[in-house]
């Protein structure tokens, strides 16, 4: 399999992040929804997530995007400024491509840029039966610091959360401005 490269997002690359978003929407809780997104409403994200600095990158092989990743705030920090130093990371590999390295890759990728934008933390938070992803996430250098039982529902089903997190940087909290 071919080496993916990495690179930010473009608008033409919304088509292929919004069916590989889509795959399992209807078949596994990987992502606790039903609706399925658009491209259009992709492409409002794109724009948000540009706007408020938060990189959306995507992995690539030849002409072929075979997964993106991003993070956003993980928890809403213009409520509770405590939080902004915390993201929480997305990624989606093309099944096809799964356990080629694209998903280590862009989430080195993603790490780079939190890091370098003074991020503190990134959490993953995953579905219980998402072992898949557990796993990734713990080779990738988070651990488990929850189980949150029961929080979600799908398929008529009760879902529950596992949280992980990895530490970025070793930087001391920064100074008390209240
Ligand atoms: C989880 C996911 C992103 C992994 O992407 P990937 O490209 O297959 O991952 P990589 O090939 O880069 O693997 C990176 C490391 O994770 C490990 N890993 C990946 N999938 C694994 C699995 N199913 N079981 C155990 N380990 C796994 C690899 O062995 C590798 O470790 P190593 O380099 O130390 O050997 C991919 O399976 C995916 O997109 N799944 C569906 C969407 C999803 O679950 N997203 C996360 C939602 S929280």
Same mark, same amino acid.
């Given at each position: 399999?071919? $080496? ?6 473009? &608008? ?18 990987? &992502? ?8 259009? $409403? ?45 993201? $929480? ?5 093309? $099944? ?41 996430? &713990?080779?990738?250098?988070?651990? &488990? ?34």
């Amino acid at each position: 399999m071919r $080496e993916p490269s990495i690179r930010d997002a473009h &608008e033409r690359d919304l088509e292929a992040i919004t069916q590989i978003h889509n795959a399992f929407v209807s078949t596994a809780a990987i &992502e606790w929804t039903d609706v399925a997104h658009t491209v259009e $409403e992709r492409g409002a994200w794109l724009a948000d997530q540009r706007s408020a600095g938060h990189p959306v990158l995507v992995a690539v092989v030849g002409d072929d995007v075979v997964g993106w990743a991003s993070f956003g705030e993980f928890r809403d920090s213009s409520k509770w400024p405590g939080y902004r130093l915390t993201v $929480e990371n997305t990624i989606h590999v093309r $099944e096809d491509h799964w356990r080629g390295g694209a998903g280590r890759q862009l989430m080195n990728a993603l790490i780079q840029r939190a890091t370098d934008m003074g991020m503190h933390v990134m959490v993953a938070a995953v579905d219980r039966e998402n072992d898949a992803s557990i796993r990734f996430h &713990e080779r990738l250098g988070f651990h &488990e610091v929850a189980r949150m039982p029961q929080v979600g529902t799908k398929f008529g089903r009760w879902l529950d959360l596992v949280l992980l997190q990895r530490v970025l940087g070793e930087s001391a909290p920064p100074p008390h401005t209240g």
